[in-house]
């Protein structure tokens, strides 16, 4: 179970929602403006989502060059699930609870501190060792 408050919680929800929001808008206005007409018509619908799920929508949106909003979109949503079912704030490695300064920062936040700079190292370091 995670350490947060309830006050601490509802901050990082709002967060979350706020940021949802304003990909979603910038998802809207490329759409808008990829002057492609099924992009346009999948635009009107982007403003109608709410806190429903937009997984279906994103799997038609891939192609449209919005993978870094869309992927954020999704992180958001995974973070509001796991509110949900009371795991936010844990670390999916370790278990630990993430800093809530860490989660002020990155609301989607997965891991803590320590289990992220391992990650990276990971990923940054593979093939070479150059130390
Ligand atoms: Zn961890």
Do not use: W
């Not at 403006?33 to 891939?62: C, K, P």
Request: aromatic letters at 4%.
């Amino acid at each position: 179970m995670s350490a947060l408050t309830k006050i601490q919680i509802d901050e990082l929800q709002t967060q979350l929602r706020n940021r949802q929001a304003k990909l979603l808008e910038e998802i809207r206005d490329k759409l808008a403006r990829s002057g492609d007409q099924h992009y346009i018509d999948l635009s009107g619908r982007v403003t109608d989502l709410g806190d429903e799920s937009v997984a279906d929508m994103l799997a038609d949106l891939e192609a449209a060059q919005v993978d870094r909003q869309i992927n954020e979109v999704r992180d958001i949503e995974a973070a509001q699930a796991r509110i949900k079912t009371g795991e936010y704030g844990v670390c999916i490695d370790c278990s630990e609870n993430i800093a809530f300064n860490r989660l002020q920062a990155y609301p989607s936040a997965k891991r803590c501190i320590r289990c992220q700079e391992q990650r990276e190292k990971q990923y940054a370091g593979e093939g070479q060792h150059s130390l």
